[in-house]
């Protein structure tokens, strides 16, 4: 588990339901070692008394509720300051609100816009709230600032709807925050380009052959690159999920479009990562209108083999860059994944078992294999976040041996 030992947390509370797990924030990071400091809003201690929080994190509460207006701008600036890390959990959607219009109205919104900490908000609310088109709007002005989103999750509402708006589990907002505190730079002025998610080969105009991918590897690895600070694009097919906040992102919809947009990229890259999932071959003809069923008969549908993108870039790869394929297999998945290894000309294969309950296509955790010349790695279900943090730690340290 991550030590925080003397790390500054500030831990904003808004007034929702979700408000008593974040007692749990507390304790859990006081387990860690954090000093953590809680600002309620006046609606946050209607759900839980300061006294609970005062008590977990042995420190005084800051609240509205008896503040003064000098002791708020004193108390803003120093919490402010004092963060290195501010957290918002529960966040409902007036505070995202504010914190999208830039409003300071009470000492919660007022620390929270002094503060140049990274900040990282927990959303919990309504559904219908969540999905509001003014609520989305405010996420998206916040992500493009750089505010971190935990969450929200989805399943059954306090109020009883089903659907997204619960806040993220204690445990994985904590794991957040971690994740935020011991970041790693160590990626920073390397350009990293990673492909994500499907290809989809068109038959005619509103039919394709396409497979289960959703992106999610592919874009955890993105976002870990960011995090890391590389410069960082995405050659993306066709995705279920949305492309993380303050990356490149490159459409492509075929196996050709790809292996074109790949020619472009790849002189210009330090770190190439290969995540999408490729259709190794395509219908033969691509009709231009819609194909006409013919009743009785049987359908022939010719395949031709696709171009091998990831063959074709060993062979322009230039000195000092590092090559990363994926590998899904679903039978001898270590012997396919080191013959694709020598014969994509890679420095690395990540082979996922896809047949594995949690791992391969459209989870949001994967089982993998780290396979270089050197040997191979075998890691167990984990979030696909923290699969990308293990992949980018290796290329690292070939990097550095390099
Ligand atoms: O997107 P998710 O839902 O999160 O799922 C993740 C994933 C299962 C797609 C991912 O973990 C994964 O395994 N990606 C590789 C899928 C694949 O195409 O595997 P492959 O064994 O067929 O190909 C091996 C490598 O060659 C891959 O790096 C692939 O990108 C590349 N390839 C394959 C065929 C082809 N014609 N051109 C290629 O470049």
Redesign the pocket.
Known sequence: MTDLTGREIVLGVTGGIAAYKSAEIVSRLRHLGAHVHVIMTKNATEFVSPLTFQTLSANQVVTDTFAAPEYWNVEHVALAKLAEVFVIAPATANILAKMAAGIADDMLSTTVLATKAPVLVAPAMNTGMWTAAATQENVKTLKARGVQFAGPDSGILACGDTGAGRMSEPEEIVEAIGRILNAKKDLQGSRVLI???ATRERLDPVRFLTN???????FALAEAARERGAETTVVCGSVSVAAPEGVRIVKIES?RDLLDAMMKEVPEQDIII???????YRPEKRCDTKIKKKSGEAMTLTLVE?????REVGKIRKAGQVLV?????TDHVAANAQD?LKK?NLDMIVA?D?TKEGA???TDT?IAALITSAGIQEYPLMA?RELADIILDKIVEMREKA
């Open positions: 492909t994500a998610g289960d991918s959703s992106g999610k590897m592919g196996a290969q995540a999408a999932a490729v259709a190794d696709n171009p091998d993108v990831a394929g994926f590998a899904a297999e694709k994509k996922n896809v391969g296509f459209n994967n696909k």
